[in-house]
């Protein structure tokens, strides 16, 4: 019966129907994305809007002042309610989007709506260092999964709208479709399937067509070339990608040290207190180098003459911005790190542009483009999509000509932070989220960091044909789901793999090249005659 019904749905996968309906599905999942983003990016803007208004009074006399932290602590506790109504809603989102594509997590998603919507716009009030973009992405997310379950689709499908509201949510927040559907795809879904891709794009395009009769067709971050950077200067376009590379590793080290040293030691207190944290900061922030709060829309604001802005400013804003979005994420706050990200490259361009400008005598007229570099070098590396990188990058810019730039720049700081050893962002956090790190005593009993990785079965290879129960698997790993034709499907012994399945393996990070060296000859080698040898 089981298998009928999976023959069935690998069959419907494959039809020519399916692929129209994931198009008409995708745009709907677009607009019920779309819209809720848009809302939220509408409130985003107003809360902000209203808290610098508010602060030349606040900071006038000592009632004012009483003023804002009464209304950062009614925003903090009323944070910390909803967190605890709706776990789920904690943090960025996109690692929640994740485990729900991956059918790991199943959110309620008018909980995840109402709760994540709320806490956003308040953090915005209270100017926590939060962005749009993760939680964008998980409203968008649970809107495709709002209209997967009013059209009553399977849970596989469901998983597909699910990634196609990601894209929506992506889309949305940075007025960029090709980014929302590759950052979907590439990061989300991890599956380059032409009718995911088709779908996915459908829905991104229906979500920036609405957001842009709202809110207008101008990207969040628009960067304007007065000129192209000269083939000459590419040394310095390597130096960048070096300089972004190294800077990524350090920002996810440091997330990291935050989250999993900093406030995993306080994990026994109550949550509202663990919050108060950033809270409280939010008030001598707010006082000092107001600039920081929120997102950073403040900041691309004096970016817009960036050489204008001196360089010790330049560098204190990069380094204050940084550490401000570092508590308030470690802490567990719901929002995002993608648009201070973003903030953060700019800053990281423009310190050095100003810097080969005093050294040698560089034209300041192009600290916009390394700005937009500084974006592309510094999500490749923290992210690890570089392609994403290079999409967001030519849609922030407008410029073709910029590609090959950017591209070196998104390549290279790629592979810096990949040869640093640090941990991609986002694949950390989930991985965390589904209580594999840093000790999983459910894996195989023993303590030690675990981490994930997906291979893919090819073909005629000596696991094409075995059951999992045939395979002499390494003692220190678990195949934690095997995905066929976008469909997941529980392991157990008895589950035969066959070529093109993608399987996701837990392992220790003590023996982890070995690990990987013996599953990739696995997926990679021709079939063997009989039994495929033990390891260890």
């Known amino acids: 019966m089981f298998a009928d019904t999976m023959q069935g749905e690998v069959r419907r996968r494959f039809s020519r129907r399916f692929q129209i309906d994931m198009v008409w599905e995708g745009a709907l999942v677009g607009i019920a994305g779309g819209g809720v983003v848009t809302l939220y990016r509408m409130a985003l803007t107003r809360a902000e809007h209203i808290l610098r208004g508010l602060l030349p009074t606040f900071f006038s006399s000592g009632l004012g002042l009483l003023g804002f932290a009464a209304l950062v ?15 789920y809603t904690s943090g960025s989102g996109i690692p929640q989007t994740d485990a729900e594509v991956m059918g790991r997590m199943d959110m309620p998603w008018h909980r995840v709506l109402l709760a994540k919507f709320s806490e956003g716009v308040l953090c915005a009030l209270a100017g926590l260092s939060m962005g749009r973009e993760g939680p964008s992405v998980q409203l968008g997310s649970m809107g495709g999964k709002a209209v997967s ?10 998983r597909l709208l699910v990634t196609c509201g990601a894209a929506a949510g992506m889309s949305a927040a940075f007025n960029a479709p090709l980014t929302g559907v590759l950052f979907a795809i590439e990061e989300i879904h991890k599956e380059f399937a032409p009718s995911l891709i088709v779908s996915a794009m459908a829905s991104a395009v229906a979500s920036d ?29 390597v130096a960048l990608g070096v300089l972004c590379g190294l800077a990524g590793a350090v920002h996810n080290r440091g997330m990291f040290a935050c989250t999993e040293r900093l406030f995993a030691k306080m994990g026994e207190l109550p949550l509202q207190l663990r919050l ?59 929002g995002g790190t ?36 500084g974006i592309a070098g510094l999500f490749a590396s923290v992210v690890r999509a570089p392609v994403t990188a290079v999409v967001l990058a030519f849609e922030l810019t407008g410029s073709m000509d910029a590609l090959l730039s950017v591209s070196i720049v998104s390549i290279v700081s790629y592979v810096v932070a990949n040869l640093t050893k640090t941990d991609p962002f986002y694949e950390r956090l989930l991985s965390r989220l589904l209580d594999l790190t840093p000790v999983d005593p459910s894996a195989n009993g023993e303590p030690g960091e675990k981490v994930l990785h997906t291979y893919t079965v090819g073909a005629g290879s000596k696991l094409e044909g075995r ?21 997941d499907i529980v392991p157990s012994g008895e589950t035969t793999l066959e070529a093109l399945d993608e399987i996701l393996v837990i392992m220790n990070t003590d023996t982890e090249v070995e690990t990987q060296e013996l599953i990739l000859d696995y997926c990679r080698s021709s079939l063997a005659t009989g039994k495929i040898p033990r390891i260890g």
């Open 73 to 87: 602590l009614a925003c903090c506790l009323v944070v910390a309610a909803l967190v605890r109504w709706e776990p």
């Open 149 to 158: 379950r009013l059209l009553r689709r399977n849970r596989g499908e469901e």
């Open 209 to 237: 067509f609405l957001v842009s009769q709202v809110l207008g067709v101008q990207p969040v971050l628009k960067l304007a070339f007065i000129k192209d950077i000269p083939h000459d200067y590419y040394l310095y376009v």
């Open 276 to 334: 108060a944290i950033p809270f409280a900061l939010a008030i001598p922030v707010a006082y000092a180098m107001p600039e920081l709060l929120c997102g950073g829309d403040a900041i691309v604001e004096l970016l817009s003459a960036p050489a204008a802005v001196p360089l010790g400013t330049l560098a204190l804003l990069l380094l204050g911005k940084y550490l401000y979005t570092t508590v308030c994420f470690g802490a567990g706050t719901p």
């Open 467 to 487: 059951t999992l129960s045939e395979v002499g698997w390494p003692d220190d790993s678990r195949i934690v789901t095997v995905s066929r034709a976008g469909v």
């Open 338 to 373: 993608l648009f201070p990200l973003c903030v953060m490259g700019m800053l990281c361009g423009a310190v050095f542009a100003a810097c080969l400008t005093r050294v040698t005598g560089v034209q300041s007229l192009f600290m916009a483009n390394f700005m937009a570099l």
